[in-house]
């Protein structure tokens, strides 16, 4: 059983950085993925960023392409995120994913979730 529990959401002005953390927990198979959802305000969750264990794939949203990256070192997983704007606003949740990181986002599907961290950016 994983635990993930994120750290590092706050408020930002528009165009700020925020750094956002995830310990997790156990010991995950080499073949999951480490990834990052987020859920705005009446919006379904959607995915943001995913990076398999091994390291050989790492995929983003079309959103955060070029604003958004993902790391890991050794139980933990960051998102650093630049030029942020209002709509990414939401609730950001880490996840590990037991079918590892496909290039189509619609199919990551998480099984361990985090409890979520609050992210706001002001206009």
């Known amino acids: 059983q994983l635990q993930l529990v994120e750290s590092g959401g706050g408020l930002v002005q528009a165009g700020g950085s925020l750094r956002l953390s995830c310990v997790v927990s156990?010991?995950?198979?080499?073949?999951?993925?480490l990834g990052w959802f987020r859920q705005a305000p009446g919006k379904e969750r959607e995915a943001v960023s995913c990076?398999?264990?091994?390291?050989?794939s790492t995929n983003y949203a079309d959103s955060v392409k070029g604003r958004f990256t993902i790391s890991r070192d050794k139980n933990t997983v960051y998102l650093q995120m630049n030029l942020l704007k209002p709509e990414d606003t939401a609730i950001y949740y880490c996840?590990?994913?037991?079918?590892?990181?496909?290039?189509?986002?619609?199919?990551?599907?998480?099984?361990?979730w985090g409890q979520g961290t609050q992210v706001t950016v002001s206009s």
């Open positions: 996840a590990a994913l037991e079918a590892g990181c496909p290039r189509r986002v619609s199919l990551w599907k998480a099984n361990f």
């Open positions: 990076q398999t264990l091994s390291g050989g």
């Open positions: 156990g010991k995950p198979p080499d073949y999951y993925a």
